[in-house]
C-alpha cells in the first residue's frame, strides 16, 4: 500500500526537519576501466524461450538505458532462463532476485514469487532504478555496466568504491559477453540495427505546442483528476505535457523518472511499494495523490498553493522557504503547467468545451507569481507571506446529508471526538446534517470526518474528531460520487455490504462498488 506522509509536510518544514536532496550520490571517481571494449568478447548464450521473447522485449522500455540483448544477457547469466532457479547467492526465478529486491520490484501486490513475466519486469525495473541514482555521481564509466556491478554487490559497495568492484567485475563481463550475442541473434534484430541507446528525448522546451492526450493515458489521467478537487484531469495532463511531453521512458537530468517525472525521494515517499515511476499505470495515479498531498499541505502560504506544489514537486520542499536555485525556473515550469491544463481544459475526453477557435500553442506565461516566502514564517512575523494566509475560509453555512448505500445517510451516533460514525436511515437528525468547509473538511459543528489514528490501511475506521486541519480530515464527494480521502486517495464505504441501521463506515481502496457512493443532499 502506499508510503503516505504522516503530519503534513508543511509542518515538518516548518520545524527545519525535512530536506529532499537533489544530489545524493555526487563524488564518484573514476571506474574500473570497462566500458565499450567489455561487450567485444562475446560468449554464447542459449536461445531465448518464445515465450519469455515478447516479455523481454517489453520490459526493456522501461528505461533508456536498457535493452532487449541487455536483458537477455542478464537473464541468462542469472538463470539460464530457468523460470524456477536457484542461484548461488539466494536468489530465486528466471532473474535470480533476492527476496528483498522481488519485495521491492514486483510488479503487482500478488504477483507469484516465479512468475517469469513479473520477475522479468521485476529486474527491469530494478536495473533502471540503479541507473538512475548512478546517473546522480560522476564515475568516468558506463552506466548500465556500474549498474550491473550495483546489481551483484551492492549498491552501497559501488558507492563506496566509487568503481566497479572487483568482486563484480567477473558478473559484468559475463553479462556484457552474453549482451554481445544476443544483439546479434534474430529475436532482438532491431535492438542489434539500432546500435547504442542513445539518450531519452529531452522534456519539451518552454513554448512547445501541446501534444494530445495519448489514448493509453486518458483513463488513468481522467480517474487521477478525481483524487481531489485542486488537481483536475486537465491540470494533471498539463503537468505531464510540462515534464515528459507523455514520455514514460524519460530520464531527467536531475535523476527525476518516467512520464511524471518523479524525484526518487518523492516516489520512494507517496508511491505503492513494489510500483515504478517508469509505468504510467502506476505513475500518473501516484501524481495525483502527491499533488493533492502537498497542495492540502501547503494551503497556508497562499490563496492558491497549486503553483507552490508545482514547485515543491519540481525542486522540493526548498523552495517553499525561498532556497530552490533557478527560481525563475521553477515559476517558469509552473507557468506552462497552468498552460498547457487550460489548453487540455477545452478536450472534450476531459469533460471540456472545444474552443472556437484553437490554437497551435497555449500562451506560456514566464510563470505565476508563486508568492514563495522569502524565509520560514515565524512567530515574529518577519517573512513575506501572501496576505491570504492569514485569512481562513469559514465553512459553507449550507448542510447536506450524505446519502449512500441502501439509500440510507452518514450518521454520528453521539457528537464526541472518536465517536465511530455508521450507516442510517435519512432523518431530520443534526447528526445527519454536514457542512463542507472551504479547507477541505467535512463538518458537523466543530467536529470533522476523520481517519482514526491516521491510519491508511483497509478497514480503518471512519470517525468524527475535533477539527484539527491535518490531512486525515480532507475529504470530498468527487464526481463519481466517491467519499474520498483528498490526500490518500482512498474510499469511504459501508462494512459488509451490509445496510443495516449502526453499520460501520470504514476506509478501503476505492473500486467503485455500490457501497462506496455517497451523493449530497441539501439539508
Given amino acids: 500500500m502506499p508510503r503516505l506522509p504522516g503530519p503534513p509536510l508543511v509542518t515538518r518544514i516548518a520545524a527545519g526537519v525535512l530536506v529532499l536532496a537533489l544530489a ?9 576501466g570497462f566500458g565499450t571494449a567489455t561487450a567485444e568478447t562475446v560468449r554464447e548464450g542459449r536461445p531465448v524461450p518464445a515465450d519469455q521473447a515478447q516479455m523481454i522485449a517489453q520490459a526493456a522500455l522501461s528505461c533508456p538505458t536498457l535493452t532487449a540483448p541487455r536483458l537477455a544477457g542478464q537473464l541468462m547469466a542469472a538463470s539460464g ?7 548461488g547467492n539466494g536468489g530465486s526465478g528466471v532473474a535470480g532476485l533476492s527476496d528483498e529486491v522481488w519485495q521491492r520490484w514486483r510488479p503487482w501486490p500478488d504477483a507469484p514469487r516465479l512468475d517469469v513475466a513479473a520477475n522479468i519486469v521485476a529486474l527491469a525495473h530494478h536495473m533502471c532504478d540503479l541507473v538512475g541514482q548512478l546517473r546522480h555521481g560522476d564515475i568516468d564509466g558506463d552506466a548500465w555496466e556500474l549498474a550491473l556491478a550495483a546489481h551483484h554487490s551492492g549498491f552501497s559497495v559501488v558507492q563506496a568504491d566509487r568503481r566497479i568492484p572487483d568482486a563484480a567485475a567477473p558478473y559484468v563481463r559475463t553479462v556484457a559477453g552474453y549482451t554481445a550475442w544476443y544483439s546479434r541473434q534474430p529475436d532482438f534484430d532491431r535492438d542489434a540495427a539500432a546500435g547504442p541507446p542513445t539518450a531519452a528525448q529531452p522534456a519539451p522546451a518552454a ?33 505531464l505535457m510540462a515534464a515528459s511531453g507523455f514520455n514514460p521512458h524519460l530520464l531527467g537530468a536531475n535523476g527525476a523518472q518516467g512520464v511524471a517525472q518523479f524525484l526518487p525521494t518523492l516516489w520512494s515517499r507517496y508511491a505503492t511499494a513494489g510500483q515504478s515511476p517508469w509505468e504510467p499505470a502506476a505513475a500518473i495515479p501516484t501524481l495525483a495523490r502527491t499533488m493533492c498531498a502537498l497542495t492540502t499541505d501547503l494551503a497556508g502560504l497562499a490563496a492558491d498553493p497549486y503553483p507552490i506544489a508545482l514547485a515543491t514537486f519540481q525542486w522540493g520542499p526548498g523552495v517553499q522557504a525561498g532556497g530552490a536555485p533557478n527560481l525563475s525556473t521553477v515559476e517558469q515550469h509552473a507557468g506552462r ?21 484553437p490554437t497551435v500553442a497555449p500562451a506560456v506565461p514566464t510563470g505565476p507569481a508563486l508568492a514563495l516566502p522569502t524565509r520560514r514564517p515565524d ?22 446529508q ?3 448505500y441502501g439509500g440510507k445517510c452518514v450518521h454520528a451516533p453521539t457528537a464526541a471526538d472518536g465517536q465511530q460514525l455508521v450507516l442510517w436511515g435519512c432523518g431530520s437528525s443534526t447528526r445527519q446534517k454536514w457542512t463542507f468547509g472551504g479547507d477541505g473538511t467535512v463538518r458537523m459543528g466543530k467536529l470533522c470526518i476523520d481517519l482514526a489514528d491516521a491510519a491508511t490501511a483497509d478497514g480503518t475506521r471512519v470517525q468524527l474528531a475535533t477539527c484539527n486541519g491535518g490531512w486525515a480530515q480532507k475529504f470530498w464527494v468527487n464526481p463519481s460520487g466517491d467519499l474520498v480521502n483528498s490526500v490518500v486517495g482512498r474510499c469511504v464505504e459501508v462494512r459488509d455490504w451490509s445496510t443495516a441501521n449502526g453499520t460501520g463506515l470504514q476506509l478501503a481502496t476505492c473500486s467503485g462498488g455500490a457501497n462506496q457512493k455517497w451523493t449530497k443532499v441539501r439539508g
Fill in 337 to 357: 503547467v497552468l498552460a498547457y491544463a487550460a489548453f487540455y481544459a477545452q478536450d472534450p475526453r476531459l469533460g471540456g468545451r472545444p474552443s472556437p477557435r
Fill in 402 to 404: 450524505i446519502k449512500g
Fill in 24 to 32: 545524493v550520490l555526487a563524488g564518484f571517481a573514476a571506474s574500473a
Fill in 81 to 87: 532462463f530457468e523460470p524456477d532457479a536457484r542461484t
Fill in 379 to 400: 512567530a515574529g512575523g518577519g517573512a513575506s507571506r501572501p496576505a491570504a494566509a492569514t485569512t481562513r475560509t469559514t465553512p459553507a453555512a449550507t448542510s447536506y
Fill in 207 to 239: 513554448g512547445s505546442a501541446p501534444r494530445a492526450i495519448p489514448q493509453e493515458h486518458l483513463e488513468l489521467i481522467l480517474a487521477a483528476g478525481k483524487v481531489c478537487p485542486a488537481v483536475t484531469a486537465a491540470k494533471i495532463a498539463g503537468q
